[in-house]
């Protein structure tokens, strides 16, 4: 299994499976002199830890992360800053029940990775779900942190703006919101609806999808590739590697095909400041496979958790039909955890992209260009 490295410049290699001793990573091409915490990586890992919620998976980890290497105490700034060299970061895992996965072991859960596992290995840890566990996402969240340092001031958000089939009303968008309820929603109206919705779901043994939103803010223009490094391919190929994602939309997405020209062009004026002003954002901030400057945003469906209580039709290794319940702890909406995530794979993408601009181009260029003589 040798697909386990994302990013080129900012790179990242996850290890670990849910019921081993721990799980890791190792960033690689962090610049050198960036202040860095344990605290600071820490702080976005507790957006994603399991049991915060009834709406989560009750499996208690303390998720704390301990940086192995790739950092030093800087004299001149008396602070623990990064050296250019590998991070090495591991979070143990604490909290295993490999009992619950018996039923799993030989027989696929329709819906998760257990069929394709087996029959692309020939061997599969099943506890958990092994390394198709989402147990590995905390790593990306981690990996996020440290690239959200290089990109300061680039602000990446996330938030839940869809349940099932309801939507949150974009009317009622407030950020503060998405931490004052336990499923990363903007609207608070829509947030009491999911508590009654996602209990009701759960009591069933039942379960739901999702659609998160991540924006990007002061993205400056510039970043990106055209053609096959587009930043708008980068980031789908990111957030569809998490675990669940089956749909990716950058601005108007899908919905972009249902205008016209006139309605899809954003419009650009000079503003008051002399600056480029974009009059819409249909393009969520990238053209050409390159960042306007204009925030970037990204949607992402999520699937509904495919282990269950209600039992379902399968197959077991040894070829015979069964039905299967899943039982363990799982998440009745594994969106609500995606939102941190997606925000790490952006962030990644972008630190990513940022150094790869900075290596070819330096600065970007200024607008407006100085006329030819
Ligand atoms: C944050 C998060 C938590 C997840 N928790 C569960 C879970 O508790 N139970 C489960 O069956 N799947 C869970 N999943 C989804 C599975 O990991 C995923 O469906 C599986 O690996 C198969 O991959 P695929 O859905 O991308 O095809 C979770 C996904 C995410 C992003």
Redesign the pocket.
């Known amino acids: 299994m040798s697909h386990n490295t994302f990013g080129h410049l900012f790179r990242v290699t996850t290890f670990g499976e849910s019921h081993g001793p721990a799980i890791g990573c190792v960033v690689d091409g962090c610049p050198p002199l960036i202040p860095l915490e344990e605290g600071d990586i820490q702080a976005f890992l507790e957006k994603r830890r399991p049991g915060t919620s009834r709406f989560t998976?009750q499996r208690q980890e303390a998720d704390q992360v301990k940086i192995l290497s790739g950092v030093f105490h800087d004299e001149k700034t008396k602070r623990q800053v990064t050296t250019g060299t590998p991070i090495a970061l591991l979070i143990e895992n604490t909290d295993q029940r490999a009992k619950d996965y018996d039923a799993i072991k030989d027989t696929y859960r329709p819906g998760?990775?257990d069929f394709t596992y087996d029959l692309k290995y020939g061997i599969r840890d099943h506890r958990g779900?092994g390394r198709?566990?989402?147990r590995e996402?905390a790593m990306r969240v981690a990996a996020g942190a440290i690239a959200r340092k290089i990109i300061a001031p680039v602000r990446i958000r996330g938030a839940l703006v869809q349940m099932g089939p309801h939507s949150i009303d974009r009317a009622n968008w407030d950020w503060d919101a998405v931490v004052k309820n336990p499923f990363f929603c903007p609207d608070a109206k829509a947030a009491a609806f999911f508590e009654t919705y996602l209990d009701s779901i759960r009591k069933a043994g039942s379960s739901t999808g999702a659609v998160i939103e991540i924006v990007a803010e002061n993205v400056p223009p510039g970043w990106g590739a055209p053609i096959y490094g587009k930043l708008d391919a980068e980031l789908a190929s990111a957030v569809m590697s998490?675990?669940?994602?089956k749909g990716v939309e950058i601005g108007d997405g899908f919905a972009a095909a249902e205008l016209s020209g006139e309605a899809n062009a954003d419009e650009i004026r000079r503003g008051n400041d002399g600056a480029p002003k974009f009059l819409s954002n249909h393009a969520g901030g990238i053209l050409g496979g390159i960042s306007t400057g204009q925030p970037i945003v990204a949607r992402f469906a999520?699937?509904p958790?495919?282990?269950i209580l209600t039992p379902r039709r399968t197959i077991d290794r040894f070829g015979a039909e069964t039905e299967i319940v899943t039982k363990g702890r799982?998440?009745p909406c594994?969106g609500i955890?995606?939102v941190p995530?997606g925000e790490a794979m952006v962030a990644c993408v972008l630190a990513d992209q940022f150094l790869r601009h900075r290596a070819q181009a330096g600065e970007s260029a200024k607008w407006p260009f100085a006329p030819h003589l």
């Open positions: 998976t998760h990775a779900g198709s566990s989402a996402t998490i675990n669940a994602v999520v699937k958790t495919s282990s799982h998440d594994v955890r995606a995530v």
